[in-house]
Every structure is written in C-alpha cells, then in structure tokens.
DNA sequence: GCCCAGGTGGGTA
DNA sequence: TACCCACATGGG
C-alpha cells in the first residue's frame, strides 16, 4: 500500500516524537553549519564548528575578519575546506551588507525576493538555502535532502532521480505550510533516513515505515 | 582498502 | 538539457 505524505510524516513523529532541530545555538550557527555539511558527515561538521567557536569566530564579523588560511585550518575536518572557507566569505559577506549581520531583520524581507538572492550566492544551492530559511531566517519552507528523495522514492511518492524543485513542490502542495510543522518534517527524514535508510541498505526490517513498503 | 556522508559549481557535447 | 567531474575529511 502506498502511503500518503502525511501518514509518513504522522508515523515518523509518532515513532521518533519532535527532533528539536536545527543542532545549533544561533541562527548564524545554522547558516554556517548549513554550508559545512554539505555532502559531508556531521560529526565532521561538528568538529569544524567547535574549532570555530573556541576560536570566536561564530558569529558575522568575526568570520568577515579572519583570515581565509585560518578559517581553512579551523574548518578542515569538515572537508572541501577551501572550497567552503570561500563560501563561508561569501555568506557573511552578504550577511554584513544586507541586513549589518541581524538575522532577525530577513524575516521582514519578501520571502521569495530573500531565496532567491540566497540562491543568487556562489556556493549556495537550493537545500543549503532552505536550510538556512527554514533553520535560521524561521520560514515556512521544506527542506529537500538526498534522505527525503530516498525515503520518498522507496515508498513511491517521488521517482528515485526525482529534482529538487519537483519534491519540494510535491511538500508544499501535501502539507501545511507552517515553519514549525516543516520543520519537524524534514528533520524527521533524516532521523528515519540515518538509521535506516542508508544507499545500500535496500530493505529496512526495523523501520517504522516498513508496514508501507511494498516494492 | 573501499564506500559513504544532511551538495554545489564548472565544463563539455 | 544532460551527464561527468572536482572538491576532501573521517567513520564504518
């Protein structure tokens, strides 16, 4: 039997209640955080961050300030670091000059003059700049991820090699467009798709959606 | 040693 | 548009 988008979403909060997501202490923290885990492990990212913090440098001006080999050096076990140190420039960059650093003020911004400007950055595509929407700036917006499209596909919701825009359309369109409840839904995916919802593993005996598989 | 992880941008046909 | 590749560390 093929479930509907709400009953996955139902099932996963009934068996994993609320996730409290993003893992971060401020806003910035989910936007830099947001760029650091791109492809990469969290426990990677979470290094990256703490070396970040203890060195001051989590926060706008800090970042904007410090020299592009020391953010390298701090942000090197999260990997890609060059690649990221230029895109965490890039970020705060824009963050300094659009609104001085205060999150707070984008929330006052035309949601989608603000995504697409986001999107507009070098180094920031559509699931970085969800995240960063949703996460930090606090929109109604569901983030896209590779767990979402692989939970979706298995159950047949979404083709496997399904595109970004296409899933989140198919989320805006099946769910209520609340920030808190798209929240919850998309950090759902990635607890279920953590545990059990690896690229290998095709099959999951434990999961609390496996009463839907039927492929 | 090999595969994978909460992507993105650039190059080529 | 549709592929292909570089980017890089750390854990299983």
Redesign the pocket.
């Known amino acids: 039997m093929k479930p509907t988008l709400r009953q996955i979403i139902n099932r996963l909060l009934d068996h994993y209640g609320p996730r409290h997501?993003?893992?971060a202490d401020t806003p910035f923290e989910?936007m830099v955080?947001?760029i650091l885990?791109?492809?990469?492990?969290?426990?990677?990212?979470e290094?990256a961050i703490g070396n970040l913090k203890s060195r001051g440098l989590l926060d706008p001006q800090g970042l904007a300030d410090a020299s592009n080999q020391e953010i390298v050096e701090l942000i090197?076990?999260?990997?890609?670091?060059?690649?990221?140190?230029k895109k965490l420039k890039i970020m705060v960059g824009w963050l300094l000059n659009t609104c001085g650093g205060d999150i707070e003020k984008l929330k006052k911004r035309d949601p989608e003059e603000l995504r697409k400007e986001v999107?507009g950055?070098?180094?920031?595509?559509?699931?970085?700049?969800d995240?960063i929407l949703c996460?930090a700036v606090g929109l109604p917006i569901f983030?896209v991820?590779?767990?979402t499209i692989?939970v979706l596909s298995r159950h047949g919701l979404v083709a496997p090699?399904a595109s970004?825009d296409v899933v989140q359309a198919l989320t805006h369109q099946e769910l209520p467009l609340d920030n808190s409840y798209l929240n919850e839904a998309h950090a759902l995916f990635?607890a279920v798709?953590?545990e059990f919802c690896?690229?290998?593993n095709p099959i999951c005996a434990q999961c609390p959606l496996k009463e839907y598989i039927s492929l």
């Open positions: 997501w993003w893992p989910v955080g947001a885990t791109q492809n990469t492990a969290w426990t990677n990212v290094k090197r076990p999260a990997g890609y670091f060059n690649q990221k140190a999107l950055l070098w180094g920031i595509g559509p699931e970085t700049a995240s996460y983030v991820d590779a767990y692989r090699d970004y990635v798709g953590k690896k690229r290998k």
